[in-house]
């Protein structure tokens, strides 16, 4: 840009733009593409992730303070997004419960999400999956009403609208903007950014705040009945051809004041605007509108949140519970993948664990612990990504709507795996460990429980982490996919530890699954006093520990370090989703 002769350091967006949005009136915000609709709206409800902002926003006439604006102002994003497996009711119910006041009981929340289900036309719908856009559950056009409806729940006092009728047909656009007008009428303060309005639909605006390219005001006022105060400013304007009867208002308005036809006219739209009557009207109305009524107070919030940290754990907790129950793609295939690996396996391997006479007899046995890992642990890191990758996108609206603090979101996703890894890891070795015969005790059935257990989990927590702190699930699955690689090499069963290179065997202590299969060995091993009949006289637990280096007496601490592993990648992945935000705006 420097080069082609922008001199300034920053590129201004937005340039000394002032007006007022009030209850009971619905404003649109309109304008060429590129004129800074959307950078405005994200500007005031406090969702632009970079750049800078200068100047003042009032509500109420005090200074807008954005923790306290988020509990009482909604935001309906252009693009719908929703978690996929719960029902429109549910969703409702998610973010009424987290978002109302604390001091607002079960009843009467259910009575407000019914009224506002009335209000946005959803009662048919509350029992329908909310589902993936263009593959099942709600149409376009129904995301749209239910991503309103989400926002209507919060009881918010102001509400923007990016573009609610973008990609929907006439039908469904009305729809949308019928339900709009009935927000609006209950005396909240909406505004929408809107592209090419059909004349119904721009019909339903009361005012207008337009902007020409490069971020400033050429009108802001009311349209009036037809759009004739938008006409009448325009036409008023010499060199401005008059409106055709018939012709939308919305498209002539935004021909007429392009920038070949300021250029034509020789006129500046913005100056025009700043010396009019109606500039003059709308500064004195900011100017009355920008001090408190008198006796009024600045609205507070004792917490940033409207529910406590039990509270929002316990609501998060409940989503994921539904979202994991009904996405059998994710769960049932998982426990199906299971069951298939655990039965071939335990038939490829059938009955080596009861022989240990030879040392190809234990690293055949080994390799099963080893091939189960791998094959199991990994699959389980590559299908939770895309689970997570989705929610992750939920969370960041979420999260921008003041519904939760990261962590219960982080602690919800974590605590659901783990009774689904449980009953899989359960599966899997109650038939393996019988299949392939190892030592029928219940110290060493429970240790490999204990082993496969939290083996799956912390191969599960590193799939969330990796999607976490990374931008998208490409990158995770790439990044992902080279630590798989790294952690079979230094497992200790390709290459034992005592062979390994002394500058390459660090890794391998931290290495997971060298520990795991560390602790599976030495639990079913590793005190075995038979001599091998091709061992030169060693015993098994002695050729175990010359051999691979592993230590019976060094059980506890192999099992406390796996457990280690788990509690690091998923207090990585909690951190990660605090701290991390790839989304930009």
Known sequence: MKEQGHTENRLVLLKGLSGTFRPGVLTALMGVSGAGKTTLMDVLAGRKTGGYIEGNITVSGFPKKQETFARVSGYCEQNDIHSPHVTVYESLLYSAW?????????????????????????????????????????STEQRKRLTIAVELVANPSIIFMDEPTSGLDARAAAIVMRTVRNTVDTGRTVVCTIHQPSIDIFEAFDELFLMKRGGQEIYVGPLGHHSKHLIKYFEGIQGVSKIKDGYNPATWMLEVTTSAQELSLGVDFTD??????????????????????????????????????????????????????????????????????????????????????KMQDLTNAMGSMYTSLVFIGVQNSATVQPVVSIERTVFYRERAAGMYSAMPYAIAQIIIEIPYI???????????????????????????????????????????????????????????????????????????????????????????????????????????????????????????????????????????????????????FTMAIKMFNFQRR
């Open 98 to 138: 987290l978002r109302l006041s604390n001091k607002v009981d079960a009843e009467t929340r259910k009575m407000f999400i019914e009224e506002v289900m009335e209000l946005v036309e959803l009662k048919p719908l509350r029992h329908v999956l909310v589902g993936i856009p263009g593959v099942n559950g709600l």
């Open 272 to 357: 025009i605007y700043r010396n009019s009557d109606l500039y003059r009207r709308n500064k004195a109305l900011i100017e009355d509108l920008s001090k408190p009524a008198p006796g009024a107070k600045e609205l507070y919030f004792q917490t940033p949140y409207s529910q406590s940290f039990l509270t929002q754990c316990t609501t998060c907790l409940w989503k994921q519970y539904w979202s994991y129950w009904r996405n059998p793609r994710y769960t049932a295939v998982r426990f199906l993948f299971t069951t298939v690996i655990a039965l071939m396996f335990g038939s490829v391997y059938w009955d080596l664990g009861s022989k240990t006479k």
């Open 422 to 572: 449980f009953v899989q890891a359960s599966v899997y070795g109650i038939i393996v460990y019988a299949m392939i015969g190892f030592e029928r005790t219940v110290a060493k059935f429970f240790w490999y429980l204990f082993f496969m257990f939290f083996t799956l989990l912390y191969y599960t927590f590193y799939g969330m982490m990796a999607v976490a702190v990374t931008p998208n699930l490409y990158i995770a699955s790439t990044v992902s996919s080279a630590f798989y690689a790294m952690w079979n090499i230094f497992s200790g069963f390709v290459i034992p530890r005592p062979s390994m290179p002394v500058w390459w065997r660090w890794y391998s202590w931290i290495c997971p699954v060298s520990w795991t299969l560390y602790g599976l060995v030495i639990s079913q091993f590793g005190d075995i006093s038979e001599v091998l009949g091709d061992g030169d006289g060693q015993t098994v637990k002695e050729y175990i520990r010359s051999y691979y280096g592993f230590r019976h007496d060094f059980l506890g601490v192999v099992a406390a370090v796996v457990l280690g592993f788990d509690v690091l990648l998923g207090a990585i």
